[in-house]
């Protein structure tokens, strides 16, 4: 595991929250958040992303002030047996976090790409490379976001070039026809695909967020922001009342594009394009749950990731053919699961930093108190003796 | 000792990788396998769906002969479509290729009856696009437009979608996909207009087979230019030819329409019969709720220029570049383009029909006054309380000017 602690630069964490983390949100979520929120569900998406900025802005503040990492601070604040019962729900969390996007890629493969259903066996080397990735360390994964977001960038746009021509925006009205309830009601059964910050929790070694790194972060947050909910809006305006029957949001919003109708399918080069994006997501997701459990159990990192891969590709088996049964278990858990790791906890590190500081000091004042106490005994023992000699040499 | 294991594992997953493409379980239907289907006619016959498939066998690279793509219509009967789709290909052995599938046909009876019946198996299947168009058939089966062939394509389903996709027709016929209809269904507001298809009467007399207008006359040409109307997912009536494109010049760009106009009486006591074409448009349509009821206000106004008439004596006509249009023609042509409107609304009206989407719109910009003046019980009688006004206004171009 030693390549887990090398450096990530400001500029990975940037092109990660600008072009890989929005590229999740693109499969199933759409048309499930719309089932809840309407043609509102954009306005869920806007709402999460600011939570989403309030808890980087607590993680922020965290990195800056704290003198340890998330772990040695949970071990100081809440001892360690608490701390690392903390760290295995992280290690359940972040393999949840792998789990949904890789399971919405393999089924977007198995529905839309496939003429019928094939062997499982497929989806085997995706399981391999995650196992592979999960012994490489963070380093690594982040130079691949660099590698690739060229090309995520292009097929980004492609894409939203391709869907815009077909959109609708009167399907966006009336705003808030039913209040703010259905879009709170969305939020609350999707916080697993949102919550990307809770990452930077283990990287608090690696990362060097000074101002202009937290600016490049926030930039890169609003630009992922800004591409989503722009995205959202697309399949709304396109879909209409229709938008929570498309399940696989990425390889419909682009196909009412007239150029298809002379040059074939092309926005399959963008999906597939997005496709990698996601498993990049998928790889540092499952390293993170990875790290998670080595820093529990220090023990070999390759029995851990072979624990945590098989976990996936166990859970990817059983429910390939019945998926919605996992989704909705995901999301009527979702604020048992995902809100006390995903935001009250990185939420409350500030307040965890504040004890940490009365703690030192506390611990700092008894230091010098028993300190002072010695000497004074030491001064007296020494006056006593003097006074003894004089006595006797009187 | 690293340097070998390493090796090892590349090898072991090699070995892995290849041995499960060796599995030869690819899911991938090689294309002597599979027919591609380009159309779907559904029709009912005693109580079930009766599955017309228009499948196209790509011709063979080495045949010289007949290099025309070879078309078959394969038939099905079953009590769902799904069924019916599954049968279709259980006899032949081919596996169906719906994603070429760019038309579904049916007929009234299955119109009639409620579409989503039928479309259901396509809007769940993600082997369906759902982009593919609707049509109607009238007066004839779905598969008889299916099984037609016009003298320059003898795939019908291609030259029903020409005729419906092809820029410059667009203004005289109507286009409807799955996706949208279903949409309209479901936002629970406007009424759907599909288009309709029927097979022309052959206008050459068959009898004559040595001249090449008997020829021509073996083949078929479609009329698509009427359209079907529905109220959530069922036909409620026809609309004509005339309605069709007044549709069309609200709902859609009206510009390069030609509207035609015959009887005006002249000065001379002559009729004459004029084309006008629509250079450019000026279209603002309101939807308000005046007085408690539902209104539609439309202000058109066109610039237009005479590309035909029988208004000039064939010496005059030779001596003038541009054919004039004064302004007692524009008056007459706005009087009867309103007549036109007036038609289309009436019929829209009696047939309880929203086609302008008027319910959505007021839901939409001024959502409290709507759902204050809307009844629920009584929610689908509101198309017929709607207010149409129209204003037409015909100005010509400068040069045109007499």
């Known amino acids: 595991m030693k390549n887990l602690y090398s450096n990530i630069t400001n500029r990975q964490l940037f092109l990660y929250f600008a072009l890989v983390c929005p590229a999740i949100k693109m499969f199933i979520l759409p048309a499930s958040f719309t089932y809840y929120a309407g043609n509102d569900g954009y306005l869920g998406v806007i709402f999460q992303c600011v939570v989403d900025l309030l808890v980087f802005l607590s993680i922020y503040y965290f990195i800056k002030n704290a003198n340890a990492n998330f772990f040695d601070t949970l071990c100081s604040i809440l001892s360690k047996p608490v701390a690392k019962f903390i760290y295995f729900f992280y290690a359940i969390f972040f393999a949840i976090k ?21 062997s499982f066996m497929y989806f085997i080397p995706i ?25 995520v960038l292009i097929a980004s746009f492609g894409l939203a070039f391709l869907s815009f021509p077909s959109a609708n925006f009167e399907n966006l009205l009336p705003v808030m026809q039913f209040g703010a309830n259905p879009i709170l009601l969305s939020v609350g059964r999707h916080l697993g695909w949102f919550g990307d910050f809770a990452v930077l929790l283990l990287l608090t070694d690696n990362v060097d967020l000074k101002e202009k790194g937290a600016n490049k972060i926030i930039l890169g947050y609003a630009l992922g922001c800004f591409s989503i909910i722009l995205f959202f809006v697309c399949a709304i305006a396109i879909f209409g009342a229709t938008t929570n029957t498309q399940l696989f949001m990425l390889s419909k919003i682009s196909k009412y594009s007239v150029v298809f109708s002379d040059l074939g399918r092309i926005d399959f080069i963008f999906i597939a394009i997005l496709f990698l994006a996601t498993m990049i997501y998928c790889l540092i997701a499952c390293s993170s749950s990875v790290k998670c459990l080595h820093v529990i159990f220090k023990v070999d990192a390759k029995l851990l990731a072979l624990i945590v891969v098989g976990a996936l590709l166990i859970g990817s088996m059983i429910f390939v053919h019945k998926p919605f049964s996992i989704f909705s278990f995901i999301e009527d858990y979702s604020l048992y699961i995902f809100l006390p790791l995903q935001y009250i906890l990185p939420l409350l590190l500030p307040v965890f930093l504040a004890i940490g500081k009365e703690k030192r000091k506390g611990k700092l004042e008894n230091a010098i108190g028993k300190d002072n106490k010695e000497i004074n005994t030491q001064r007296e023992i020494k006056t006593l003796s003097l006074e003894g000699k004089k006595e006797a040499c009187k | 000792m690293i340097k070998s294991k390493k090796f090892i594992a590349i090898i072991l997953v090699f070995a892995f990788v290849f041995g499960v493409f060796l599995i030869n379980e690819y899911s991938l239907i090689t294309a002597d396998k599979i027919a591609i289907v380009v159309g779907l006619g559904i029709d009912k016959v005693e109580d079930e769906y009766l599955l017309s498939a228009q499948v196209v066998i790509p011709p063979s690279a080495t045949k010289q002969e007949n290099d025309k793509t070879n ?85 019908s389903s291609y030259t029903l979608q020409k005729i419906l996709f092809e820029e410059g027709i667009q203004t005289s016929v109507i286009q409807t996909n799955i996706k949208d209809f279903y949409e309209r269904i479901l936002s629970g507001y406007v009424s759907n207009v599909v288009p309709t298809g029927s097979i022309l009467e052959k206008s050459v007399d068959a009898s004559e087979k040595d001249t090449q207008s008997a020829l021509l006359g073996q083949y078929d040409l479609f009329d698509l230019t009427t359209s079907a109307i529905f109220n959530a997912d069922k036909l409620q009536g026809f609309l004509d030819k005339n309605d069709t494109r007044v549709y069309n010049l609200v709902a859609e760009k009206s510009v390069e329409t030609t509207l035609e106009f015959t009887d005006f009486n002249t000065d001379l006591n002559k009729d004459i019969t004029y084309s006008l074409q629509i250079i450019k448009e000026n279209k603002k349509i309101d939807y308000s709720l005046k007085n408690n009821v539902p209104t539609m206000t439309i202000d058109l106004e066109y610039k237009v220029k005479m590309i035909d008439s029988s208004y000039l004596e064939d010496e005059e006509r030779a001596n003038v570049v541009s054919l004039p249009l004064d302004q ?30 008027v319910g959505k719109k007021l839901n939409a910009y001024s959502h409290k006054t709507w759902d204050e003046y809307i009844n629920y019980d009584t929610f689908y009688n509101y198309p017929s309380k709607i207010d149409y006004q129209i204003n037409l206004t015909l100005t010509t171009l ?5």
Do not use: Q
């Open chain 1, 127 to 151: 399981f391999l490379v995650l196992f592979y990735a999960s012994l490489t360390g963070f380093n690594g994964l982040f130079r691949v976001v660099e590698i690739v977001y060229p090309f």
């Open chain 2, 328 to 357: 007692e023609l524009l008056n007459s042509g706005e009087e009867k383009i309103t007549k036109k409107f007036e038609h289309l609304f009436a019929t829209i009206k009696n047939l309880n029909c929203d086609i302008f989407g």
């Open chain 2, 398 to 402: 400068k040069e045109d000017k007499p």
């Open chain 2, 71 to 155: 078309n078959t219509l394969l038939f099905s009967k079953g009590k769902t479509v799904a069924e019916t789709v599954d049968k279709l290909f259980l006899g032949t052995g081919w596996y169906p290729k719906l994603n070429f599938c760019n038309i579904i046909v049916m007929s009234e009876e299955v119109a009639k009856e409620g579409v989503l019946n039928s479309l259901e198996y396509f809007l769940r299947s993600e082997k369906v696009m759902d982009s593919c168009i609707l049509l109607i058939a009238k007066d004839c089966l779905s598969s008889t437009l299916l099984k037609a062939s016009t003298p320059l394509d003898n795939v």
């Open chain 1, 98 to 118: 792998c789990f949904i996007p890789l399971f919405e890629s393999i089924l977007l493969c198995h529905e839309v790409l496939y003429e019928s259903s094939h």
